[in-house]
């Protein structure tokens, strides 16, 4: 057996203020919860260490009216162990959750689902990059058989997956919408995107078109949106000047820019992309109302 490590005067200091900084963290969650400010979901949310170490049996306790018997008869029925800490909480298990306890007055509402959709071009990834700095959203995180292009991160911009690994994402149906683009293939996890709608985040997905019809049929209240050009001309301006294309690749984005355009009518919203800063205060403030 080996000996614990040893630590030096200093260290153990250190671990034993960072344990006493959890132990505070913890508390005041706690507290925020029993006074009813806070709900259990935003708590499974919160990113600090000491918080995704917390023992859900402890968060669930502190609900008012709830307290630990309840909590552990809550916890039975939905298959988490005793043991199990905030962090390892898994999407079928926050699910159940939020039905046992949609009763309660802390109750976040469930995040809407956000479609944003339009032409190749437009300008959809820098007004949902934009999103990504507002704590009310998540931008789903796309799986891909394209290569990634420079500056893009694993993990950030894309999953980038091999065929025969997105092939069998399809087969597990693990996807919530998936479609041929330009070549390659491009698909929704679905797991994350339930996740995070339970967290009370509003999820925005930044798709084309085919997708978007899909997430439509299956996701009826959705809220679609259409991102359009000023003109035709502006669109064609974009789709030439972006250097990372090779000029057969230009070609088919034009001829599906066009084919994309004709879509616009089916969307709940259609947003003329002349402003950045308006289409967002637009998007925003629809995207944020609740439909449930
Ligand atoms: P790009 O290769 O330029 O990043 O993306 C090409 C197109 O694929 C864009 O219109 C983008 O919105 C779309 N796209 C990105 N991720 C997905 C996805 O998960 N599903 C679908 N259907 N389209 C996607």
Known sequence: MSLPPQLTPEQRAAALAQAKRSRQERAELKNRIARGELSIFEAVNDERESIRRMKVLELISSVP????????????RHHISPSRRLGGLGVHQLTGL???LSVSKVDTPRGNLVVISGPGGVGKSTITSELR????????????????????????DYFFYSEEKFHSMIEADEFLEWADFAGN??????????KMRALGKHVILEIEIAGARQVRQREGEAKMFFIAPPDWDELVRRLVSRGTDSPE???????LAE???????????????????RVLS?????ATSRTE
């Open 185 to 194: 293939r491009y698909g929704t996890p679905k797991e994350p995107v339930e």
């Open 259 to 277: 084919q994309e355009m004709a879509a616009a009518p089916e969307f709940d919203e259609i947003l003329i992309n002349d402003q950045v800063d």
């Open 282 to 286: 637009t998007l925003i403030s629809l």
């Open 98 to 100: 939020r039905g046992e």
């Open 249 to 255: 690749r230009r070609a088919a984005r034009l001829a």
């Open 133 to 156: 700095n507002d704590p009310r959203f998540w931008v789903s995180v796309s799986a891909t058989t394209r290569e990634p292009r420079p500056g893009e991160k694993e993990g950030v």
């Open 65 to 76: 009216g709830i307290g630990k018997v309840r909590a552990q008869a809550i916890m039975e």
